[in-house]
C-alpha cells in the first residue's frame, strides 16, 4: 500500500474520545490523479549524497558497507582480514543471515578473502543504468561500472 494511501486510512480511523471522521472520496483519489507517471517509479535517495540510482543499487551499497565496516573491525582485531563471509558474522553489524546466501535481491555477491586482502563485488543479475555492477577491496573504496562488471579501475562511487 503506498504510504499517501495508509495515511489517508489512517486519518479515517477513529480516535478514542473523538467524535467519528468520515472521509469524502473526492479528496482520496485528487492526490493520486495529480501525481505525474514519471515520478512515481522514480528512485527516492535514501540519504544526502545518496549515489544509487535505484532501490537495487541502495541495497547492494548498503550491503557492501556492511561487509567493508566488517572487514575493517575483523582486521583490527585479528591484524588479518576474513577469508570467509561466515568469518564477519557477528563482527559490527554483519549477521550469520547476510553471510548464509549469495543472492541479494537483483546481485549476486562475490567475495574471495585472503589473510592480507580481500575483494567483493555485487554482479547484478541485468547490468544497466539503474543495475550497476560494483567492487571493492581491502582499500574500502567502492567502484562501479553501468556496463560490464565493476574493478579496480572502474569508477570510484561518490
Do not use: C, W
Not at 77 to 93: C, F, I, R
Not at 124 to 136: G, M
Amino acid at each position: 500500500m503506498k504510504i499517501r494511501n495508509l495515511a489517508l486510512l489512517l486519518s479515517t480511523l477513529p480516535v478514542a474520545g473523538a467524535a467519528p471522521v468520515i472521509a469524502q472520496p473526492s479528496l482520496q483519489t485528487e492526490p493520486a490523479a495529480q501525481a505525474p507517471a514519471a515520478a512515481q517509479g522514480s528512485y527516492q535517495p535514501k540519504f544526502p549524497g545518496d549515489p544509487a540510482r535505484s532501490d537495487a543499487e541502495a541495497g547492494a551499497l548498503g550491503y557492501m558497507r556492511v561487509v567493508i565496516r566488517a572487514q575493517k573491525l575483523y582486521q583490527k582485531k585479528h591484524d588479518q582480514y576474513a577469508t570467509s563471509l561466515m568469518d564477519l558474522v557477528n563482527t559490527g553489524s554483519f549477521t550469520r543471515r547476510m553471510a548464509k546466501t549469495t543472492e541479494r535481491g537483483d546481485y549476486t555477491v562475490g567475495f574471495k578473502g585472503k589473510k592480507d586482502n580481500y575483494v567483493l563485488t555485487m554482479t547484478p543479475k541485468n547490468v544497466d543504468a539503474e543495475h550497476r555492477s560494483f567492487y571493492a577491496d581491502e582499500d574500502g573504496v567502492i567502484h562501479a561500472d553501468e556496463t560490464k562488471a565493476a574493478d579496480a579501475s572502474s569508477p570510484k562511487v561518490k
